[in-house]
Nanobody, 119 residues
Framework: QVQLVESGGGLVQAGGSLRLSCAAS????????MGWFRQVPGKEREFVAG????????SYADSVKARFTISRNNAKNTVYLQMDSLKPEDTAIYYC????????????WGQGTQVTVSS
């Protein structure tokens, strides 16, 4: 069983930056692909960014490309989301997720961290 704990959320002005962290425990971190998702109340959770187990492959939602960067440190069992040039529409609860490299769906989720971008 993998446990995920996010941190780093908060309030920032538009144009600012935040870095989210997600610490994993309870599994072999390097065998899991990791992702970041976000959700606004009343809307469905949406994919933000993903990274392969090795870190060699990343993917991003079009809305965050060139502004957000996902990375991981397998020695520290941690995945990061660097968010730059933040916009008010980036306001959401951000969730970290994990899926074993042999499965296709994310099946482990953190509790979420609030990111609020003021205009």
């Amino acid at each position: 069983q993998v446990q995920l704990v996010e941190s780093g959320g908060g309030l920032v002005q538009a144009g600012g930056s935040l870095r989210l962290s997600c610490a994993a425990s309870g599994g072999t971190f390097s065998t899991y692909a990791m992702g970041w998702f976000r959700q606004v109340p009343g809307k469905e959770r949406e994919f933000v960014a993903g990274i392969s187990w090795s870190g060699g492959s990343t993917s991003y939602a079009d809305s965050v490309k060139a502004r957000f960067t996902i990375s991981r440190n397998n020695a520290k069992n941690t995945v990061y989301l660097q968010m730059d040039s933040l916009k008010p529409e980036d306001t959401a609860i951000y969730y970290c997720a994990a899926r074993h490299l042999l499965v296709s769906d994310y099946n482990y989720w953190g509790q979420g961290t609030q990111v609020t971008v003021s205009s």
